[in-house]
C-alpha cells in the first residue's frame, strides 16, 4: 500500500520536473534572445540597410534582410495560396464519394510537410542550374512556396472540413453547381483561411535552408524579382559567425526581431484558430 | 429495511461549472440488496452512481458537497483512501470496456495491483470468477488472447468477472445492458440476482422491466433529487408521488 | 446559361485536379531530380562504398559519408533519448493531471516553442547550450571541450522536436476513452498505475508514430544543429565529440560544389539519402496515425 503510494507520488513529481522543462525551455530561449538581443536594438536597426558590407561593416541595421523576409515570406504565401485553396477544396468536395482517395492525398500532403527544407532548398537550387537562373528574390520565393504548399492545405483542409455538411448540401440543393457552392464554403471559412495564411507566414520567415542556396543574399534592397534578396535567418546564421562585435550585436538584434515577428504571428493564428472553432462549433 | 445500510448517503451535492447536477441527496443502500436507481436521461442516475465510489474526482470543475459512508467510513473525508474506497465497489459501464490485454491479464489485473503475484492463486481467481460469471467454458482454451476478440455480451461478463476479482463488496452497474443483444442481458440480469447473495448491488437503469425483473428496491431520481424511495413492487405499482406515477405510467401502459 | 454555368464547374474542376496532381506530384518530381543527380556519383563509386567509407576528400574524388551518417544517428539518438521520456510524463501530466484551468496555460507555450524558427534554437544553443557544456557539463567528463558538440547538437534538437511529440501524444491519450481509465480505477489502481498498465498500453501505436516522425524531422533539421554541433568530418566517439549530419554538410558546402568535379553529384546523393529515410519514416507514421484516427471515427 505504501509501495504503492510512494510511486505514484514519486511518478506524479517527475510529471511535474518534465512539465517545467518542456514548457519552460519556450522562456529559456525567449529570455537568452532578449538578453543579448535588447542591447543592439536600436531605430537604425531596423531603419538603414548594413554599412561597409554585412559580415565586417559596423555601421548601419537589417532593413534589407527585413524587407527580403517581408517579401519572401509573403510572395510565397500568396502564390502558395493560389495553389492551395484549390487543391483544398478539390480534395473535400470535388472526389465524391471517394474517401480513401482523399485521405491518401491527406497523407500525401502530410508526407510533403515532413520532407525538410534542405531538400527543397537543394531541389530548388537543382532546378535553378538547370534553368541558368542565379540565387535570386524570386528563385527564393519558389523554393518556400514548395515548403509551405503542404502547411496551407492541410490547415485549409482542416477548416473546410469544419463546416457542415448541410450548409453545402443547402446550396447544391438549390441547383448551385460544386464551384458556386465551393465560393460559399471559401466565405464560410474566410477567419479559417486567414489562420493558415498566419502559419504559412510564420513557417516561410523562419526558415533558413531552403532559401541557403536559392535566394542569395544582399546588403540592398532588392528592387526586382531577380536580384538576389538577403533574409532574416540568412541574416543572423552569416553576422553571427562574424568576428566583429558589431556585426555579432547585429545578429542578436535580428533574432530578437525574427522571434517577435514569429511569437506575434504565432499567438495572433492561435486566437484566430479558437474563435473559429468555437463560432464553428455553436 | 435501512436497519442495515451497507452505503449511506448524506446531504450529497455535485455541481459541474455552473450546473447542480444532485441536490441535497440522502439514502440509505441496504445491505445485499439490489437496488436500481431509475429516471429520465439527464437526470442524474449516472452522478449519483459515480459519486459513490469516487470516480467524479477527475471531472473537471467540479464540486462535491456532503457525506458518503460505506461501512461507516466517509469516503469523502480528505484522508481517505481513494483506490481502497474502489477497489471495495466492482464498477461495471454503459459498455464494456476490456483493458488493452488478454483474457487472462484482464481478470488478474486488480489482484496483481494490489499484491497477489503467486501464478497458482492468479490462476485460481481467473478461473473462479470467470465460472461465476459463466465465461469459462466459452473461453477457457484461449486465455491469453486478447479480450477484445469476445462478444460484446462476453466482453461485458469479463468486466464483471475482472470487478469481481478484487473482492468488492458492492457492484455497481451503469446501464450496463444497455449495449448488450437481449439473451446477453438475460444472462446479465440472472447473474445479478444471483450475485446478490454476496453483494450489494447498485444499479443505474432507464429499462423499467429490468429494475422490476432483478432489484428488490427502487430509486427514482428527478432533475437531481431524489423523488421516491422504496421496495420495488411498491414503486412500481402504487407510487406515493405523483412525479412517479406519471414516470411510470409509461411503463403500465 | 445553365450550360455555361455546367462548363465552368467543369473547368474548374479540372485545373483544381491538375493543381492537386501538380502538388503532390513534387514528391516525385524532387526524387527524380535527385536521383537523377546523384547518378554520377554512384556509377563512379559503388553505394556501399559511399555509404561505410570514412574518407572525405572532395578534391580527390572520395566521398565516404559514413562519418555524415554517423554524425545525423548521433545527434538524432541523443535528441530521441532525451526528447521521448521528458515529453511522454509532460503528456501524461497535462492529460491526466492537470486542472482544466492550469491546462490552458501550459499547452500555448507548447504552440508557442513549435513556431520558434530554426535558426532561433541554433542561436539560442551557440549562446547558452554551447557555454554550459563547456564550463559545466563537459570539464566533469573530459579534459576538453569546445562546447560545440553532438551533444549540443542533440539538445538544441530535443527542445525542438517537443511540441511535435507532446501535441501528437496528447492528442493520442485524450483520444482513450474516459471509461477505459474509469475501468482500472474502479478496481482499485492509481492513477500511474493506470496510466503504466492502460494508457500506455492503448496509446502505443500513436506513440511510436511520434517518435518515428520526431525522428524523421530530427534528420532532416539542417541549421540549428549545424550551428552548434561543430561540423568536423570524423565519426563521434563521444557525446563531447563534434560531429557532422548530412543536412549541414549539404548546406555548409553548396557554394562550391558546382567547382570541384563530382562534389555537386555527391551532395545531392547526400540529399538523396535524406529525401528517402524521411520519406519513408514519414510515410509509416502517418499511415499508424491516420489508421488510429479511423479506428476511433468507428
Known sequence: MIRRKLEENFFRTLMIL??????????????????RGVPFMTWDMISKIPGGGFYIGKE???????????????????LGLFISIPVAIYINMYLGGRIWLANGLR??????????????????????VYFGIRASLLGGIVAVTLLVIPILVRTLDE??????????????????????????????????????????????????????????????????????????????????????????????????????????????????????????SR | MTNNPHISVQNLSVEIGNQQILKDISINIPNKKVVSIIGPSGCGKTTLLKSLNRLLDDTAEIKVTGKVFVDGENIYDPNAEVTHIRKKMGLLSQRPYPLPMSIYDNIAYGPRIHGTRKKVVLDEIVETQLKATGLWNEVKDRLNAPATRLSIGQQQRLCLARGLAVEPEIILGDESTSALDPVSTSIIEDLFIKLKEKYTIVLVTHILRQARRVSDYIIFVYMGKIIEFGPTEEILLDPKQELTREYVKGYIS | MTSLRLLKDKVYAKIMLIFTIL??????????????????????????????????????????????????????????????????????????YTP???????VPFVNLLSGIPPVIFGVWGVLFIVPLIQDHIAPHFVEFSTGYSVLAGGIVLAVMIFPLIVSIVCEVLNTIPKDLKDASLALGATKWETIRKVSLRKAKPGIIAATVLAVSRAFGETIAVLMVCGNNADVPHSVFDPGYPLPALIANNYGEMLSIPMYDSALMFAAFLLFIIILLFNVISRIILARLERKLAL
Not at chain 1, 110 to 126: E, K
Not at chain 3, 100 to 106: E, F, G, V
Open chain 1, 60 to 78: 548601419g541595421g537589417v532593413l534589407n534582410a527585413i524587407i527580403g523576409s517581408l517579401y519572401v515570406a509573403g510572395g510565397a504565401t500568396v
Open chain 1, 159 to 280: 477548416v473546410i472540413r469544419t463546416v457542415p455538411k448541410e450548409l453545402g448540401d443547402a446550396t447544391l440543393s438549390l441547383g448551385a453547381t460544386r464551384w458556386e457552392t465551393a465560393k460559399v464554403v471559401i466565405r464560410q471559412i474566410r477567419p479559417g483561411v486567414f489562420t493558415a495564411i498566419l502559419l504559412s507566414f510564420g513557417r516561410a520567415i523562419g526558415d533558413v535552408a531552403s532559401v541557403l542556396f536559392t535566394a542569395g543574399f544582399s546588403d540592398n534592397i532588392p528592387t526586382s524579382l531577380h536580384q538576389p534578396a538577403a533574409t532574416l535567418p540568412l541574416a543572423i546564421f552569416f553576422q553571427l559567425g562574424s568576428p566583429v562585435a558589431e556585426v555579432q550585436g547585429r545578429a542578436y538584434a535580428s533574432a530578437l526581431i525574427l522571434t517577435i515577428i514569429v511569437l506575434i504571428i504565432t499567438i495572433l493564428s492561435s486566437i484566430l484558430a479558437k474563435r473559429f472553432s468555437k463560432n464553428n
Open chain 3, 23 to 96: 502538388s503532390v506530384a513534387v514528391v516525385l518530381v524532387i526524387g527524380i531530380g535527385l536521383y537523377l543527380k546523384s547518378v554520377p556519383v554512384l556509377n563512379k563509386i559503388s553505394l556501399y562504398t559511399l555509404l561505410t567509407s570514412s574518407v572525405w576528400k572532395p578534391l580527390k574524388g572520395l566521398f565516404g559519408f559514413f562519418p555524415f551518417i554517423m554524425g545525423t544517428l548521433w545527434v538524432t539518438a541523443i535528441a530521441i533519448i532525451i526528447a521521448l521520456p521528458l515529453c511522454l510524463l509532460t503528456s501524461f501530466f497535462i492529460t491526466e
Open chain 1, 18 to 35: 518534465a512539465t517545467i522543462l518542456v514548457t519552460g525551455s519556450f522562456f529559456l530561449i525567449v529570455g537568452t534572445i532578449l538578453y
Open chain 3, 100 to 106: 482544466n484551468q492550469l491546462r490552458k496555460i501550459l
Open chain 1, 107 to 128: 497523407i500525401a500532403f502530410d508526407v510533403l510537410f515532413g520532407i525538410p527544407s534542405i531538400v527543397y532548398g537543394a531541389f530548388g537550387f537543382l532546378i535553378m
